[in-house]
């Protein structure tokens, strides 16, 4: 009988030890999922600062034996904690766009202080532009070590206020030596551009509105529920996160933009930052591309990697004026060869088109808003009236009744 049960299990000892690693492989797989289900749980709830916290805390709770089994138990399953931690979210210290991206736009600035003397040089009298940003833009600075003249001696950093907001690290590679040359002039815009790559352009673009007020400006380009209601090209807008460091003014953005029919729809994903500076009177917004695991590329559309602007909304006179100009460069590579035809010609009709959009759907914020204040206004006199009726009404039955208790006959 013994004999018989000592063949049995060597007979079938390869079937119970394949069935015993099944069990603890399954049993594996699931705890690994669970642990990994609990990082990113924790991770959005605590953030990466705050989950590092938390799991040194627990870790110091261990004796020293418990706590190399443990280690060791993460790795053999293969869990790789900060891995798990930056694929759960956004890296926010390393993508954060830094602020010295800002002063990329001196010479806009300089630009719209020489506006009143604004003269055209020849490129941009032969284009018949209204304006000149060639002279500015193009200007050489000599550099006080070598003495050579180039473009990018000329860079000098705009002194922004910072209000605690962190620096940032993400910078906007430009190649600052490429002459600005005069592109088109239509209506009220001018635009220029400057070649980045071989036949590949980035252009700036510059109009003034005076009945809207750069407040309301800003608002328009920010508002991304709104964005999504005045521009039809817009199919898919969304925030996808928001720096957690306070003061920042940075937002991660997911946005699919249509394209005419021949053509497959082109979407990105950037990092957006804007500054208000009341010391220099100026809003800028600088995006860039970035990536995020939430959002890959998808087969039926074509991710725009290579993208970056700079926007430059400054007031005549204060933010809630009435009175602003309003400075737009941009870059974007369409990841396909195109035409330079058809790129001109999506330029220099849709271009337009957008900025004039841009300016209605301000123009119907700005009415919207002073609607809206105008009936808090009324409800406030209204309720500041009727106040004072009451009152007024209890003060003249205070001295009716005053007057009554002195008649004759009152006894008083």
């Not at 005419?260 to 009341?278: A, G, M, Q």
Request: hydrophobic share 35%; glycine share 4%; proline share 5%.
């Amino acid at each position: 009988m013994f004999s018989r049960i000592l063949i049995n299990i060597k007979l079938r000892s390869n079937v119970t030890l394949r069935s015993w690693s099944y069990q603890c492989e399954s049993i594996v797989a699931q705890r690994s999922r669970r642990i990994q289900q609990l990082f990113t749980f924790y991770h959005r709830v605590y953030g990466s600062s705050g989950l590092a916290r938390l799991l040194r805390s627990y870790h110091k709770q261990f004796e020293p034996p418990i706590r190399g089994i443990m280690l060791s138990a993460v790795g053999a399953v293969g869990l790789n904690i900060t891995g798990a931690i930056e694929a759960a979210g956004f890296n926010w210290e390393k993508e954060r766009l830094s602020l010295k991206n800002f002063d990329l736009c001196r010479r806009d600035l300089d630009f719209l202080n020489q506006l009143p003397n604004n003269e055209l040089c020849s490129n941009c009298k032969d284009k018949n532009m209204q304006f000149c940003y060639c002279t500015i833009g193009n200007k050489k600075c000599k550099s006080l070590k070598d003495g050579r003249e180039s473009m990018r001696n000329c860079r000098s950093p705009l002194n922004l206020k910072r209000d605690s907001a962190p620096l940032g690290n993400k910078v906007i590679e430009t190649f600052s030596e490429s002459l600005w040359e005069p592109y088109f002039s239509k209506d009220e815009f001018s635009v220029w551009r400057r070649e980045e790559h071989p036949s590949m352009y980035s252009y700036k673009v510059y109009a003034r509105f005076d009945d809207i007020s750069a407040d309301d400006l800003l608002h328009v380009q920010t508002d991304l529920g709104y964005r999504r209601i005045w521009d039809e090209t817009a199919i898919h807008l969304e925030m996808v996160e928001e720096d957690p460091r306070p003061n920042s003014n940075s937002h991660l953005i997911y946005w699919e933009m249509q394209w005419p029919k021949l053509f497959s729809n082109r979407d990105y994903v950037y990092c957006r930052r804007y500054i208000k500076d009341d010391k220099l009177n100026v809003m800028m917004v600088c995006s860039r591309g970035t990536e995020h695991p939430k959002y890959p590329v998808y087969s039926n559309k074509v991710r725009v990697n290579d993208y970056w602007s700079l926007m430059v909304i400054k007031p005549y006179t204060n933010f809630s004026e009435p009175g602003v100009h309003y400075i737009l460069t941009y870059y974007d590579d369409p990841g396909l060869p195109i035409p330079q035809n058809i790129k001109s010609w999506v330029t220099q009709k849709q271009m337009p088109e957008f900025l004039k959009k841009m300016y209605l759907a301000t123009k119907q914020y700005s009415f919207k808003r002073a609607l809206e204040m105008q009936q808090i206004f009324s409800l406030s006199s209204f309720h500041l009236q009727s106040q004072e009726y009451l009152a007024n009404e209890s003060r003249t039955s205070w001295f009716r009744k005053i007057l009554r208790t002195r008649e004759p006959g009152s006894g008083k």
